[in-house]
């Protein structure tokens, strides 16, 4: 029987062992990789690395003053709501994964993906709120009192807490040396398949609505750019968070070996049902955003439907039919430019550029693309 142990002397083959609940931790090593995949993420987190103040964002305090009353509570909003979600994903990863996997190379990626939630995107939240409003304390602690906010994070905590505790019951009963039943195992299992899925909600669909507001202010009124800015840097992270979990999903669907197959066939009817039911919370949640009215470049109807896009879009990626008939089309598709961020219409000296670390600055501009900023300028 395997005992709790941050270090197992015993050799472990780790091209057989499994991702997790396999004969322990061993050695971390790279040598031997049974899922290069893992390996490659962390190295591609590590080498989009940056600093939570790495854009500043004190111009965005006077163009603060020129939002209506309706751009100021949808700003504020997003902030607060993006707040929780890095803050429930800084701690939720490792707390409820890190004792139980077993690859050197996912430990290693999982840790780095929790070390950009913590100390990238949850501080720069503040270095935001610092820049911008004259008591950003008082701002973090309104969000506690948003029924809307408080409503959508108990439901978005549940299965964290789920697997949280039942990865707890799991190491207890491996310190006492009490049987570990079929029974149980099933359920942690099942447990960990749950929350992998609410992970691949949460970083493929409940970030983007808070995404796509700001960038719109940015966008069509040119407006709070550089906490736009930063926005791109988050969401470039979690857009490779959210392949990690994609891989994983795939992984527990096609590779019997690895112990989850069953815990993803009890979960896969449910999971059109686990994503409408989270559609409909980030509905309700728009409409506390622009419950103070719309404005140009953004509405409630154009920030659920496209929340629909990105649903249909995640179920497919994951091999999940699409919940809707037609929601192929990006009904947001300048959101794109801010998404794939390797071309610039600033001159370095006038902005900050945010690909410049990762050599990735395509110096090509087409014709039609010369067109389109020509009458963008207009």
């Known amino acids: 029987m395997r005992q709790q142990s941050i270090y197992t002397p015993d050799y ?60 100021k509570h949808a ?35 999982i840790t780095v993906w929790q070390h950009f939630e913590i100390d990238k995107h949850s501080k720069s939240y503040t270095h935001i709120l610092r820049s911008v409003y004259d008591n950003p304390t008082a701002v973090f602690d309104a969000s506690f009192a948003i029924p809307e906010l408080v409503k959508l994070t ?19 009963k491996l310190i006492k040396g009490q049987t570990i039943t079929p029974a149980f195992e099933q359920e942690l299992r099942r447990a960990i398949v749950r929350l992998f899925i609410e992970i691949n909600i949460l970083e493929g669909i409940r970030f983007y609505s808070g995404f796509a507001t700001v960038w719109s202010m940015h966008y069509s009124q040119g407006l709070m750019e550089r906490t736009g800015k930063v926005l791109q840097l988050i969401c470039r992270d979690e857009n490779l968070h959210l392949a990690i979990t994609q891989y994983l999903l795939r992984l527990f669907r096609t590779a019997p070996e690895e112990g989850f197959r069953d815990a993803w066939e009890y979960w ?17 949640w728009i409409g506390y955003l622009f419950r103070k009215g719309s404005f140009l470049g953004m509405t409630p109807d154009l920030a659920r439907l496209y929340l629909r896009y990105l649903t249909d879009k995640r179920l497919r990626a994951i091999g999940e039919p699409p919940l809707f008939s037609g929601a192929t089309q990006n009904p947001l598709e300048w959101i794109e430019t801010y998404i794939n961020n390797d071309l610039t219409e600033n001159l370095p000296q006038e902005s900050e550029i945010l690909n410049y ?6 110096q090509s501009i087409t014709d039609s693309e010369i067109r389109k900023l020509q009458a963008r300028l207009k």
């Open 357 to 362: 670390k990762m050599d990735i600055l395509d």
């Open 268 to 284: 896969q009817p449910q999971i059109a049902e686990l994503y409408s039911e989270a559609l409909d919370q980030e509905y309700e």
């Open 154 to 172: 108990r439901s978005i905590s549940e299965p964290y807490d789920d697997c949280f505790n039942a990865v707890t019951e799991y190491n207890y």
């Open 12 to 71: 472990i083959n780790f091209n057989s062992e499994k991702l997790f609940l396999g004969k322990g931790k061993n050695s971390q090593r790279y040598d031997v990789l049974k899922y290069p995949f893992f390996d490659t993420m962390a190295d591609k987190m590590m080498g989009q690395d940056w600093t939570h103040d790495e854009v500043n964002c004190v111009k965005d305090k006077q163009d603060f003053r020129f939002l209506s009353d309706a751009m």
């Open 75 to 109: 700003y504020t909003g997003v902030l607060q709501k993006l707040i929780f979600l890095d803050s429930i994903q800084g701690r939720g990863l490792l707390q409820s994964f890190g004792s139980i996997i077993t690859l050197p190379e996912l430990e290693a990626c």
